[in-house]
């Protein structure tokens, strides 16, 4: 039986209770002429910094206007997004666009709603290995304030010492502080050898189960508290600065063969398992987070605001609402498969996030 793509879209939206409306993103030519450049936090101004951060506290300040039950900001519902999609969204094909496309619903948010006019910056880990308590990054003047403190691990000071979270795994309300507890071990795992590793794969299933890997566990779990929580992790705004990291890897091995990789996709829409690790033909050998079936490295400690660590593992149950809108055709991921940013702003395909260059995007890395 025929189904309609407009009716899968009304299934989905009453299922996680959202408002059929959603702000139209301008697209620009295929090639667009001012690019937004994407630069290392280092790289940027001080002026430069504090303007970035106050775009994020704009955010979240700013009244939610998504239509989702419970949000009171944007920035709730960026979160929200993240959360309620967790399990579509990491550890398959889709892990590598969606993140790309949800740093571009971000960015896109920061400049109409906040008037934010400077470069993304990303957050060059590598730099920061041995050493992530010393970073700029983390510098409370000009940075995201520095570590937790006390047994929630709450940020004791900088800019985002007293911002408020609500949303929870299961997408209830209950609000809890942005907490962090920086480790050094976890983030060995953004050391150069890894990253060299990822770039030499041939495959863009081998370099996406890579970076997923060691790269993605290392900053979530070198700021550990909110971050290490998979669902709740785009709280802290260090979230955005850790993709932009990854995606720049990405784009990295994207440009050492443009005209092959700018078309490849591949990997499972749904995630097999217990909770963590991709369906067959992927090349993961270790959950980076750690589960109730592996290990956790030394220095992770419980996550303030969300259940006690380790936290819920992904849902494993198939939600049609989700798999069906895809528009793969299948448990493949393919240029087809439809992104989603819970009404934020409108729906997009892989196929329009693989070139950072195109007229979505709008982008270069620097």
Same mark, same amino acid.
């Given at each position: 039986?025929?189904?309609?793509?407009?009716?899968?879209?009304?299934?989905?939206?009453? !299922?996680?209770?959202?408002? !059929?409306?959603?702000?139209?993103? *301008?697209?620009?030519?295929?090639?667009?002429?001012?690019? !937004?450049?994407?630069?290392? &936090?280092?790289?940027?101004?001080?002026? *430069?910094?504090?303007?970035?951060?106050?775009?994020?506290?704009?955010?979240?300040? !700013?009244?939610?206007?998504?239509?989702?039950?419970?949000?009171? =900001?944007? &920035?709730?519902?960026?979160?929200?997004?993240?959360?309620?999609?967790?399990s579509y969204v990491h550890f398959v094909g889709a892990f590598l666009p969606f993140h790309r496309y949800f740093l571009t619903v971000h960015e896109h948010l920061l400049k109409t709603e906040c008037n934010y006019t400077g470069p993304i910056p990303y957050w060059d880990e590598t730099s920061d290995v041995g050493n992530i308590k010393e970073s700029t990054i983390f510098d409370v003047e000009t940075g995201f304030g520095g570590n937790g403190t006390g047994l929630s691990g709450c940020i004791a000071d900088g800019p985002f010492a007293n911002i408020t979270l609500r949303f929870r795994e299961d997408k209830t309300t209950k609000e809890y502080c942005i907490s962090r507890h920086l480790n050094d071990r976890a983030l060995e795992g953004a050391?150069?050898?890894?990253?060299?590793?990822?770039?030499?794969?041939?495959?863009?299933?081998?370099?996406?189960?890579?970076? *997923?890997?060691?790269?993605?566990?290392?900053?979530?779990?070198?700021?550990?508290? =909110?971050?290490?929580?998979?669902?709740?992790?785009?709280?802290?705004?260090?979230?955005?600065?850790?993709?932009?990291?990854?995606?720049?890897?990405?784009?990295?091995?994207?440009?050492?063969?443009?005209?092959?990789?700018?078309?490849?996709?591949g990997g499972n829409n749904t995630s097999s398992g217990p909770g963590f690790g991709p369906g067959p033909g992927s090349n993961f050998t270790r959950n980076p987070f750690g589960n109730g079936s592996f290990p956790l490295p030394p220095g992770f400690p419980p996550t303030n605001g969300s259940n006690p660590f380790p936290f819920p593992v992904l849902n494993t149950t198939i939600d049609r609402a989700f798999t069906d809108y895809f528009n793969d055709n299948g448990n493949i991921t393919t240029l087809n498969h439809t992104l989603w940013s819970a009404n934020i702003l409108e729906n997009i395909t892989i196929a329009d996030v693989m070139d950072v260059r195109g007229g979505f995007v709008c982008g270069d890395y620097h």
């Open positions: 039986m025929f189904v309609s793509p407009l009716f899968l879209f009304s299934v989905l939206h009453l !299922t996680l209770g959202l408002s !059929t409306a959603s702000i139209p993103y *301008e697209r620009k030519q295929e090639e667009c002429d001012v690019k !937004t450049r994407h630069v290392s &936090w280092t790289d940027l101004t001080s002026t *430069e910094k504090l303007e970035y951060i106050k775009g994020d506290l704009c955010l979240m300040s !700013t009244p939610a206007k998504a239509g989702i039950h419970g949000a009171k =900001t944007r &920035w709730d519902e960026l979160q929200y997004a993240h959360i309620v999609q967790v050391n150069k050898d890894n990253i060299d590793a990822c770039l030499a794969a041939e495959k863009f299933t081998d370099v996406w189960s890579c970076l *997923e890997g060691r790269p993605h566990g290392a900053g979530h779990g070198g700021v550990s508290g =909110t971050m290490v929580n998979l669902f709740l992790s785009p709280g802290d705004p260090i979230f955005y600065l850790h993709h932009g990291f990854l995606d720049k890897l990405w784009w990295d091995w994207q440009s050492l063969n443009l005209s092959m990789r700018l078309n490849e996709i």
